[in-house]
């Protein structure tokens, strides 16, 4: 199974091409997704926050005030590293699982869309590894616009994350969001192209189908054997 990693950063365009993937038929794994659920009222990531930061951060309804956490820790690199750390084993948990039943579905190729890909040293199991970027200038305009906030804010919780610059460097893609939907689309087209590609031998081994053939061909080496073994006993 070939696992891509796709990330990049707040307002540069990566939700997009995760939802290009899907309408081309390659499942995603969202993070942010499985983050949702951790966060869950009653799960043991919501216990955990809710213990941490305190029943201020809880809407009425006792479910967590997303936003309203958010604007805590994004304004705090210490409560951010700590809300990151409560929550990690339980999204990592969540992703393997998510991961496992595509995997007993017998796709063959699966997008994880993990915001914090490199910083949860995720990028360690993924291949290739795609990074959306844009400018800085771009970014905040997107960001501003998007969350009708203003610059001083969203440049803090740009900076609340790797650069993009960084995870560029990093990156065996980059796709360039600067320009207009078409173009994105343009792009993306080069890049499916690149992910769907045949798998190689260990990214099959990895596949069910992979899995099954390996073991069809133990049972058959072994019947085989037993065969040989017992007719040279005679």
């Known amino acids: 199974m070939r696992i891509v990693g796709l990330t990049g950063g707040i307002a540069s365009g990566k939700s997009t091409v995760s939802n290009l993937f899907k309408t081309h038929g390659i499942p995603v794994v969202d993070a942010d997704l499985v983050a949702r659920d951790v966060l869950k009222k009653g799960t043991g990531g919501w216990k955990k926050v809710v213990s941490a930061f305190g029943e201020d951060i809880l809407r009425p309804d006792g479910e967590v005030d997303r936003p309203k956490l958010g604007q805590i820790v994004f304004s705090n690199p210490e409560k951010r590293q700590l809300l990151n750390r409560l929550l990690a084993p ?8 998510e991961m496992l039943k595509l995997w007993m579905k017998g796709f063959k190729v699966i997008v994880l869309d993990v915001p914090l890909l490199f910083e949860a040293k995720m990028d360690k199991w993924t291949k290739p590894i795609i990074v959306v970027w ?13 969350d009708r906030t203003s610059e001083d804010d969203a440049q803090n919780r740009i900076n609340a994350q790797m650069s993009l610059d960084l995870k560029r460097t990093r990156a065996d893609i980059v796709i360039d ?16 192209f690149e992910v769907t590609k ?37």
Not at 134 to 146: A, G, I, N, Y
Request: proline share 3%; aromatic share 10%.
């Open 90 to 97: 339980y999204i990592s948990s969540g992703i393997f699982w």
């Open 134 to 146: 844009v400018d800085p200038e771009t970014q905040v305009q997107r960001l501003m616009l998007r």
């Open 177 to 192: 969001n600067t320009g207009s939907l078409e173009d994105l689309k343009e792009q993306f087209q080069n890049v499916l």
């Open 198 to 234: 045949p798998l190689t031998w260990t990214e099959f081994g990895l596949s069910r189908q992979g899995a099954a053939s390996v073991l069809v061909s133990i049972i058959v080496g072994v019947l085989i054997f037993r065969k040989v073994y017992s007719t040279g006993s005679l």
